[in-house]
């Protein structure tokens, strides 16, 4: 149903199964898949195989898309973002060496294996997050940055809001067709909700204004008063 030709499809662990790979090199786009504890072998083998780069010192220099040599070769590429009192640095790290994993052929198009780590200073207070995943991307680490990127940007500025606003994720609907039509419902209120500029609020406020006033629910549906 997508035209997927030439584009990045990104999936969170939860979606990442091998028959989603073929489907996506079918249609000519490639893939970056987040690995968790769903598939079987394939994310104690990345986790062990890219930990153990970075801590041989393979990724000493993370400064800019380089690539580095050691015990893997890796493209690398560092960024920094500072809002809200929230100091965040990334570092991507991209590895085509796919000898030690034993399913790699069961992951259709697999060209490479990389992960992101999160550092976050917030109030004094630090952490440190990394994710690993599959791609079917060649050796880039802007790439692989930019998509990994881009599927949390979508992540926390459409998801993020669906699930506190709208409360999806407490969504019982589970009879015939009808969480994909209350899904497809809440994506319409919440671009109708967006595009509402009239008055300056966030999501909730937008919500409020809409229940309380009748005049602000057809100026959201673009009804002439």
Known sequence: MLELAGGIVTVDAMGSQKQIAPAIIEADAD????????????PEEVKTFLDAALA???AARPAGAELTQGAATLAVLATR???HGRLETRRYYQST????FADR???AGL?????VEARREVGGKRTVERRYDLSSLALDGATFARALRGHWGVENQRHWVLDVWFREDQSRARTGYAAENRATLRRLALNLLKRERTK???IKGQQLIAGWDHAGRLR???VEI
């Open 97 to 100: 060496e796919l000898n030690g």
């Open 81 to 83: 973002a500072k809002d």
């Open 111 to 115: 060209q490479s294996v990389g992960l």
């Open 56 to 58: 041989e010192g393979s």
């Open 105 to 107: 052929t069961k992951w």
């Open 31 to 42: 893939y970056v898949l987040a690995l968790k504890g769903n598939q079987e072998t394939v």
């Open 220 to 222: 959201l549906l673009g």
């Open 200 to 202: 300056k609020r966030g």
